[in-house]
């Protein structure tokens, strides 16, 4: 047993082998505890419905002690070592989840469902990769200096100060559990912060699992703290509004974005924030028709359509409209849904039943407001040990209007809308015509057009004849309603550390 989990006195009765299910504990201070609060919430799979575990939620008390170690191992041996000491023990996290890979494999596709032949390849390494790449990265980050004329004519030099910026919230969200966690761990810890996490309600077990690891690794006790819980009056608001938090890094839906910096006002803490995206593909005449379908292909489905980055609005020049749009609809009808472990399966569930509702209320509006549905629209029929999942059909639609809620409003499903355009004004137009600005994909052989183009969309990430190839160097965020700040490579340091200006007369 893990020691993230603690036996179940009342065992459901759905518990598939009649054994108690796992529950998912809160780790504060370096220690697993079941917290003050005595409640706790059932952790369903995607795939099937079944029971994977008991997950306690934190009560305010609970998250006032996170919070209270998280300041406390500010004072400890963490603010002591050196850089190429966090160096090494973020080295050794990183190695530990890749020794533990298959619990993390197991425990991420319990929890979201999503094909292990995804979270094998994405989720996991990059979980462990995060924790590496910024340690390094900080550990051979330099700082400003400048020398100066004065009127005595000795001069002065001044130098730049990073210094940790505190305790920082960690809110992250369901569909790439890990990864997008340990990407603000990662650099937050390496810069020499403590932190507690607020993993998605939804996903919680890769994070209380990484306590575990953070123990064998040396972390010391409370640099590293996670409680679990809901948004509203749970675990995400008391920790949000909590007065010992010296910043909030958060990525989720704009709107609880927007709940999150009310609470941020109150002593004016920092935000970081990675938020909607509503992402645009144009699809040039001129393009690589294979790479743009393939792309596409990913950039629609992958993860079920769950990715920030995801396209949900596909523009194609005209020539080549109906030709895209039937080798599109032949992809989308070529995917395999199926449980994680298949080998053979590409698409997996939606993570949850309410989300489901969520995704199909937009399949019937796109055809209350008279789309065209090219393939998919509602649920599949998976056989009977299925039937409890929240699987849904992968979906395409042309002909909608573009103002229509389908096309404004971001849907986070395996489904786009496909339409056509005359020139290349008019796609910018169209790819900008959204309150978004995440990013966006450009299908064009004409280097010339790619520059253009790319230069004029109003989104933070622009890939041109690609989808999600990503150099964590790389500035990487939204513009617009879709996020603050930017993250990744040494942009992250402007929210992970307080940059102090040294004045030195000579
Ligand atoms: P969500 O906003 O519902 O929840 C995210 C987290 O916030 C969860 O841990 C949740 O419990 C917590 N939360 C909710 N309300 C809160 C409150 N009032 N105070 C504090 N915490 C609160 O998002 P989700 O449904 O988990 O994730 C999907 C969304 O995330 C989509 O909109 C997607 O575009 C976005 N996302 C963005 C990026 C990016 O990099 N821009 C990456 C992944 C997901």
């Not at 995400?236 to 709940?259: K, M, N, Q, S, Y």
């Not at 995917?335 to 472990?341: N, T």
């Not at 992968?394 to 971001?410: F, N």
């Not at 169209?430 to 280097?447: F, K, Q, R, S």
Request: aromatic letters at 8%; a negative charge.
């Amino acid at each position: 047993m893990i020691a993230t989990t603690l036996p179940a006195p009342d065992a459901p009765a759905d518990s598939p082998t009649g054994a108690a299910p796992a529950r998912v504990l809160h780790f504060i201070d370096g220690t697993y505890t079941a917290g003050t609060g005595g409640r706790v919430f059932e952790n369903r799979s995607p795939v099937d419905g079944r029971l994977v575990s008991l997950v306690h939620e934190a009560s305010r008390a609970d998250v006032d002690d996170a919070v209270r170690a998280a300041r406390a191992a500010l004072k400890g041996p963490w603010s002591r070592m050196t850089v190429e000491q966090r160096t090494a023990i973020l080295h050794a996290v990183a190695d530990g989840i890749t020794r533990r890979f298959d619990d993390f494999l197991a425990a991420e596709c319990a929890d979201t469902g999503k094909p292990r032949s995804l979270a094998s390849h994405i989720d996991i390494p990059r979980g462990a990769a995060n924790f590496k790449i910024f340690a390094d990265l900080v550990k051979n980050v330099a700082t400003e200096c400048f020398e100066m004329a004065t009127p005595d004519g000795r001069g002065a030099i001044n130098y730049a100060r990073r210094a940790p910026r505190g305790v920082i919230a960690v809110i992250s969200p369901w569909n790439l559990p890990l990864l997008l966690m340990t990407w603000k761990v990662g650099p937050a810890l390496a810069c020499g912060n403590t932190v507690v996490v607020k993993p998605s309600e939804e996903t919680p077990t890769t994070t209380a699992l990484l306590g575990e690891v953070m123990n064998e690794a040396g972390v010391p006790p409370g640099v590293f703290n996670v409680v679990h819980g809901f948004g509203p009056d749970s675990a995400g608001a008391f920790l949000t509004a909590h007065p010992e938090v010296d910043g909030i890094t958060f990525t989720g839906e704009t709107r609880t974005g927007e709940a999150i910096m009310k609470a941020a006002a109150a002593g004016v803490r920092p935000v970081s924030f990675e938020l909607g995206g509503k992402n645009p593909a144009l699809v040039f005449a001129d393009c690589d028709m294979d790479a743009a379908i393939e792309g596409t292909m990913r950039s629609v489905f992958a993860n079920c359509g769950q990715v920030c980055l995801g396209t949900e609005r596909v523009y194609v020049e005209r020539p080549i409209f109906e030709e895209f749009v039937s080798r599109l609809k032949a992809g989308a009808e070529a995917l395999r849904l199926g449980r994680p472990e298949d080998p053979e399966t590409n698409l997996g569930p939606l993570i949850s039943a309410e989300h489901r509702d969520k995704v199909l209320s937009y399949y019937r509006k796109a055809v209350a407001d008279g789309a065209t549905v090219v393939t998919g629209g509602g649920v599949p029929d998976l056989g009977p040990e299925l039937a409890g999942g929240s699987w849904i059909q992968p979906t395409i639609w042309t002909g909608l209007a573009d103002d229509s809620a389908v096309m404004r409003e971001e849907i986070f499903g395996p489904c786009c809308h496909v339409r056509p355009f005359d020139t290349e004004e008019e796609a910018v137009a169209l790819a900008n015509d959204t309150p978004y600005g995440l990013a966006a994909a450009v299908w064009t052989e004409n280097v010339s057009r790619a520059h253009r183009v790319s230069a004029r969309i109003d989104a933070g990430i622009v890939w041109v004849n690609s989808w999600f190839l990503r150099d964590l160097r790389t500035p990487f965020g939204g513009s617009k309603a879709s996020g603050i700040g930017r993250e990744g490579g040494v942009h992250g340091l402007e929210f992970y550390t307080e940059l102090k200006n040294v004045c030195i007369k000579l």
